[in-house]
């Protein structure tokens, strides 16, 4: 079957750094997708992936691996408004989204 | 109006109730998504539209119907629904093609509870 894991909650210190990782097993692999959802809102797109390798963007970067089935979203000198969960989600052979549950992010002052 | 819009943002719901859930995208956009978020699960695609047709169907029980009149509008109808169906209902818009890497753009959502 197709699974996404990631950690159900993370807790980090405003400034901070924090990493969420998403492992994945797919049936085909054409992209890895971020998605940031405030609570009570739509989710939000972060970034996209689909090369070996960083890509940055500000305070976010994202990370990939295809070879070991692995990703990691950065995030950088951490605000309170970045306290929500962060989805990972993966675009199979078919092109379907296969999503994470999901890391709610709490940032503590 | 811009993005993605849902309506009702709330809605409370007998069990022996008929509902419809509306969706409109502003963006032009040729494919549109109707997902389930339930606490602490993924997301789970219930139906898919593509150039108003639809292309996926993920065995969702006949209690909900979708609807998609035109490329900019998506519903979805509800009857008889179970308690287990209360959930956060996201619509979600994308441009399939054009060798993008079909980023969908996601709608507030329908926060349905089933009494």
């Known amino acids: 079957g197709q699974n996404i894991d990631q950690p159900t909650e993370m807790t980090a210190t405003e400034g901070a750094i924090v990493q969420i990782n998403c492992t994945y097993q797919t049936s085909g692999f054409n992209g890895l997708f971020w998605y940031q959802q405030h609570a009570g809102e739509a989710p939000t797109f972060l970034s996209y992936n689909v090369l070996d390798g960083l890509e940055e963007k500000g305070r976010f970067s994202s990370f990939l691996s295809r070879s070991k089935g692995y990703s990691y979203l950065l995030l950088k000198e951490l605000q309170m408004k970045d306290s929500a969960s962060y989805l990972c989600a993966v675009m199979d052979s078919n092109y379907q989204l296969i999503w994470g549950a999901g890391t709610k992010l709490i940032i503590k002052p | 109006e811009t993005g993605v819009t849902q309506t009702p943002r709330h809605l409370v719901m007998g069990m022996t109730n008929k509902k419809s859930l509306k969706c409109e995208q502003h963006?032009?956009?040729?494919?549109m998504y109707w997902y389930k978020q339930s606490a602490k699960k993924p997301l789970e695609l219930m139906f898919v539209?593509?150039?108003?047709?639809?292309?996926e169907n993920n065995s969702v029980p006949s209690r909900f119907s979708p609807e998609c009149p035109n490329s900019s509008h998506l519903f979805l109808h509800l009857h008889t629904l179970q308690p287990e169906d209360s959930a956060l209902y996201l619509c979600?818009?994308?441009?399939?093609?054009?060798?993008?890497?079909?980023?969908?753009?996601f709608g507030p959502g329908t926060r349905l509870t089933v009494l």
């Open positions: 963006l032009g956009h040729n494919a």
């Open positions: 539209y593509s150039l108003e047709e639809r292309v």
């Open positions: 979600a818009s994308s441009q399939e093609g054009g060798g993008s890497y079909n980023e969908q753009f």
